[in-house]
């Protein structure tokens, strides 16, 4: 039995499945590649937790008064290299770890699918470094992080808001102390089927008739930031983007593909779940003059007064500069993206061949 559909519109956040006292809750893949919590009813005691607790229930919005916005590019270069945007992200967790912390977020497997893990080196860092444009797995992240908290270690969490949510929900009702918790939200256009990247991967390995060695969603090249590159066993490679009519990146950005709930994401405002939010600055040459230099800015949100803490034990490692919420302005901040007029069909298709 499905738990959650339409209703409770599911991220696939996973508290259910984490909070469950008799693990009657399993997440599983849907037709389109989605996880969603399905019950197991022999093991069920109807005792509601699950529903009760549904972080994306009954969200409201709250205002933000503490906001401060900053658009940051990090003074190595070579880390700025391999992040996405302006590489605060690597600063934040190495901070972590020199406090002996652990630090969770979204990482690829032996088999190429994106999926939280655990990292207690810096050494591994690179692994969590980089946007991965897939739904990433939670597995037992939340259950680890409650351990960590327990056991008095510093953690950083990183993920969608969604997930940022679904842990600090599942800490709330498990009454864990969250103070050595820090949390970071990535600034998130929506996530796509991990099912159609797989068949893409697929595509690829046919066509290079290669198994595939490294992905990178954001190779920075030719003045641009977002471009997909694959290498191959075989020493081959793909390098393509939007523009080119990557044929991933295309289903991702034009919304084909997204999960439902992110049509309807109630995190896309300026009023966030983590103590920091981390986005690209897109626009910045229009709206900061002099700033940008095309290998990527990140866009800084700093919500709390963890996140002012942490911003000023980093920032003499960025060139900055603060901001305002009219220079830094995307969809993501103000309403969810809205359906392909493509959707039904390329679903109706996909599903029927
Ligand atoms: C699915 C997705 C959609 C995004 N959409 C936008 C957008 O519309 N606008 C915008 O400004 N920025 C967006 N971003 C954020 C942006 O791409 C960068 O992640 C952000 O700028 C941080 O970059 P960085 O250079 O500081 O660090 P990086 O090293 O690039 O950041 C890596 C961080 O992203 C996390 N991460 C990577 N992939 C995933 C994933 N699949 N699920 C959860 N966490 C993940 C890692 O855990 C790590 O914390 C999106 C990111 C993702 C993953």
Redesign the pocket.
């Given at each position: 039995m499905v738990l959650i559909d339409k209703e409770y519109n599911c991220t696939g956040c996973g508290c259910c499945e984490s909070l469950c006292p008799v693990s009657a809750i399993k997440m599983k893949e849907n037709k389109k590649g989605f996880l969603y919590p399905v019950i197991n009813e022999k093991y069920c005691i109807n005792c509601g937790i699950c529903k009760k607790n549904c972080p994306n229930l009954g969200r409201i919005n709250k205002e933000n008064n503490e906001l401060k916005i900053y658009a940051m590019k990090?003074s190595n270069e070579d880390i700025?290299e391999?992040?996405?945007?302006?590489?605060?992200?690597?600063n934040y967790?190495k901070l972590i770890l020199e406090l002996s912390g652990t630090i969770?977020?979204?990482?690829f497997n032996s088999f190429n699918e994106?999926e939280?893990i655990r990292i207690t080196e810096l050494d591994n860092l690179k692994k969590?470094?980089?946007?991965?444009?897939?739904?990433?797995k939670i597995n037992n992240s939340y259950i680890d992080v409650q351990k960590d908290l327990e056991n008095d270690k510093f953690v950083l969490f990183?993920?969608?808001p969604c997930?940022v949510e679904g842990l600090k929900t599942f800490l709330s009702k498990k009454k864990t102390s969250t103070e050595k918790l820090y949390t970071?939200d990535?600034?998130?256009?929506?996530?796509?089927s991990p099912k159609i990247f797989n068949d893409y991967l697929t595509e690829l390995e046919k066509q290079y008739n290669s198994k595939i060695k490294n992905i990178n969603f954001?190779h920075k090249e030719n003045n641009l930031t977002q471009n997909i590159k694959i290498t191959f066993e075989n020493g081959d490679t793909y390098l393509s983007n939007y523009y080119k009519n990557d044929k991933f990146y295309k289903l991702f950005l034009d919304n084909v593909i997204l999960r439902d709930s992110c049509y309807e994401c109630k995190y896309s405002s300026f009023n966030r779940v983590g103590d920091i939010s981390?986005?690209?600055?897109?626009g910045i040459e229009n709206s900061i003059q002099n700033f940008d230099d095309n290998k990527?800015v990140?866009?800084v949100l700093v919500n709390t007064q963890k996140g002012k803490d942490i911003f000023n034990k980093l920032k003499n490692d960025f060139d900055f500069v603060e901001t305002s919420k009219e220079n830094c302005i995307?969809?993501?901040l103000v309403h969810p993206q809205s359906k392909s007029s493509n959707y039904e069909e390329f679903w109706n298709n996909y599903l029927n061949n």
């Open positions: 990090n700025r391999s992040s996405s945007s302006g590489g605060f992200f690597y967790a969770y977020g979204a990482s994106v939280h969590l470094q980089g946007s991965k444009y897939v739904q990433s990183s993920g969608t997930q970071c990535i600034i998130c256009h929506g996530v796509p954001r981390l986005g690209d600055f897109w990527g990140s866009l995307q969809d993501n």
